[in-house]
Nanobody
Framework: QVQVVESGGGLVQAGGSLRLSCTAS????????MGWFRQAPGKEREWVSC????????VYVDSVKGRFTISRDNAKSTLYLQMNSLKPEDTAMYYC?????????????????WGLGTQVTVSS
């Protein structure tokens, strides 16, 4: 069974930075795309970013393009999300997820196996 554990969230002022991490187990990490999602209070969970199995392709939701960078270390089975120029609207619980395929082809390919998430709060 796939298990993920997110960490690195916190409280930061607008314009600040945070780096999220996600460790995954129960799968051959380097074989699958990985992604980040977030859920703000009162809103549905939304997809944020995806990285292909070898890190060679990344894709982002428009609202974070140019500010967030997704990366992975397959040797450590760890996924990262570097978040810069944070805005109050980035406030949410952030989750990582493993895909069932190697590439990034849409949020429907992510497994329904979620961790507890890590809270990001951006103050204005």
């Amino acid at each position: 069974q796939v298990q993920v554990v997110e960490s690195g969230g916190g409280l930061v002022q607008a314009g600040g930075s945070l780096r999220l991490s996600c460790t995954a187990s129960g799968l051959t990490f380097e074989d699958y795309a990985m992604g980040w999602f977030r859920q703000a209070p009162g809103k549905e969970r939304e997809w944020v970013s995806c990285i292909a199995w070898n890190g060679g392709y990344t894709v982002y939701v428009d609202s974070v393009k140019g500010r967030f960078t997704i990366s992975r270390d397959n040797a450590k089975s760890t996924l990262y999300l570097q978040m810069n120029s944070l805005k109050p609207e980035d406030t949410a619980m952030y989750y990582c997820a493993a895909s069932i395929i190697a590439g990034c082809s849409g949020s429907k390919y992510f497994r329904d196996s979620w961790g507890l998430g890590t809270q990001v709060t951006v103050s204005s």
